[in-house]
């Protein structure tokens, strides 16, 4: 399809375990953000990239959160030695241009269980 | 942390009834968007303002941007069961959107 595609869908982990989640954009489009979301919560902020270089990581919580874009496209965001407390759902979106005026398009979020 | 207040937090009406959803911040906002998330999806984009006191109408839902561009208010008259889900606004500031806190709206057929 033509929107922003988030894989996997849900994922499970065991506390102290490595993930990867991973967010491929609109095709084109040169921004990309992640967010963590909390039950019936706003989206939190963690990375945005602007090509292939993180023009904004001041949203990730702590060093055990990583965030890629190797060829400005397909991003990933890798968390080790995962927490009960990192469980949520992680949502990647895409702008077609980097700053605020090109609108945000959303996947439909990867979310993580950390038993 | 949250730049942006929503209130209320949850709510829920009749069909038919109106009801207006407020986003407050300390903070100015070169421009404010509003974004409806239903369950198992990513917020889907609503409104775009930009101007302080700028007012755009989408159908039912009548969005306004504050005169000092720190808040904005959502409007529906005649709620739908087709309306339910969770209302988000999102402040920007930076090359960053700074989501509010959500409302959760459930209308009742």
């Known amino acids: 399809g033509a929107g922003v595609s988030q894989t996997p869908s849900n994922k499970v982990t065991e506390k102290g375990k490595y993930v990867e989640l991973r967010c491929d954009p609109i095709s084109g489009h040169t921004a990309l953000y992640w967010y963590r979301q909390s039950l019936g919560q706003g989206p939190e902020f963690l990375i945005y990239?602007?090509?292939?270089?993180?023009?904004?990581d001041s949203g990730l919580p702590n060093d055990r959160f990583f965030a890629v874009r190797p060829e400005g496209s397909v991003s990933t965001l890798k968390i080790q030695r995962t927490e009960r407390g990192d469980s949520a759902v992680y949502l990647c979106?895409?702008?077609?241009?980097?700053?605020?005026?090109?609108?945000?398009?959303f996947g439909n979020g990867t979310r993580l269980t950390v038993t | 942390t949250q730049l942006l207040e929503q209130s209320p937090q949850f709510l829920s009406i009749q069909e038919g009834e109106n009801l207006t959803v407020y986003c407050n911040s300390s903070s100015v906002f070169s421009s404010l968007q509003w974004y409806r998330q239903e369950p198992g999806e990513g917020p889907v984009l609503l409104v775009t303002v930009v101007t302080g006191g700028e007012v755009k109408k989408l159908k039912r839902l009548t969005f306004q941007f504050g005169d000092a561009r720190k808040d904005s208010s959502l409007h529906i008259t005649a709620a739908q069961p087709g309306d339910t889900g969770l209302y988000l606004c999102a402040g920007a500031a930076g090359n960053q959107f700074y989501f509010g806190t959500g409302t959760s709206l459930t209308v009742i057929p």
């Open positions: 979106a895409s702008s077609l241009t980097s700053g605020t005026d090109s609108p945000l398009h």
């Open positions: 990239f602007q090509g292939t270089g993180a023009a904004d």
